[in-house]
């Protein structure tokens, strides 16, 4: 029974000219990998303790992903004590290795910038971004995509090497209040201190708009056609402000049509030849 034993642990398998391992050899690297497996679980549990719920899940995803280069190391370091040849096997494997890493080129970008975002800070979950002309709420960042909720309640998936190659704004990294603003234009000859008390009123009527800073009007140009205002204000909820901004263009119509305030729109005049 024993030779049976000792027959079959001491099997021998050809990986390629010069290399060889045993079934012996290979429930060694296995056990040494569940030992390793142990140790990562103890390490990760008593780093957990010290932080905070933000922190774990950052941790949670780098170590996720980091733990996969230690179990190659650990299995590379456990070939080369028991005498495999460990150079051999990356000579054999080189067109592959090469075909792989072409492959994974875009993965491995995402999870470098993923790295870095978590590291950082650059980017929170509840953070509003604005990316390729995409807006959304971020909800889940990992480590090499990034998920946010858009305010059609479509969710984006962003993957994390978007970050190093594009330009991200971060509506809410100074804070949940943004400025925002609206254009609008009047006819000439219209009374332009009417026109700054209308606008006014209506910003700080909203229900939305925040009180201070107050609500500021700008008279922006002598266009062609209109004399051009900007009626600037500031709200606490930048995701949403699509809604108020419209609401506030509405009431805008409304006042301004009461109090006979014309909203020109181009004109041209076209000559012909006869």
């Not at 925040?210 to 500021?216: D, M, S």
């Not at 506030?248 to 301004?256: A, L, T, Y």
């Amino acid at each position: 029974m024993m030779e049976q034993i000792n027959t079959f642990l001491n099997y021998d398998f050809e990986i390629s000219n010069g290399v060889h391992i045993t079934v012996k050899q290979i429930l060694f690297v296995i056990t040494v990998l569940l030992f390793a497996t142990l140790i990562l679980k103890f390490i990760k549990k008593i780093v957990v303790k010290k932080l905070n719920d933000d922190d774990k899940l950052k941790f949670n995803s780098i170590f996720s992903f980091s733990k996969y280069f230690i179990y190659v190391i650990v299995i590379l370091l456990t070939f080369d004590n028991m005498g495999i040849d460990v150079t051999a096997i990356f000579a054999a494997s080189a067109a592959l290795l090469v075909g792989v890493g072409l492959a994974l080129q875009t993965f491995f970008q995402d999870i470098i910038s993923g790295v870095f975002i978590l590291i950082d800070k650059s980017v929170h979950v509840g953070d509003i971004i604005e990316l390729e002309d995409k807006v959304g709420r971020v909800t889940e960042i990992r480590l090499r995509t990034t998920r946010a909720v858009t305010i059609d309640n479509k969710v984006l998936i962003i993957p994390n090497h978007k970050y190093l190659t594009s330009t991200l704004y971060n509506w809410t990294e100074n804070g949940v209040l943004t400025r925002e603003s609206i254009s609008i234009g009047v006819a000439y000859g219209s009374d332009l201190e009417l026109v700054k008390k209308l606008l006014l009123q209506v910003a700080n009527n909203h229900p939305k708009v925040i009180k201070q800073p107050e609500p500021l009007v700008l008279f922006t140009e002598f266009a062609d056609s209109a004399l051009n205002f900007k009626l600037i204000f500031t709200l606490n909820n930048s995701f949403e402000a699509a809604i108020p901004k419209s609401d506030i263009r509405f009431e805008i119509d409304k006042v301004f049509n009461e109090h006979n305030i014309k909203i020109p729109f181009p004109q041209r005049e076209i000559y012909t030849n006869n």
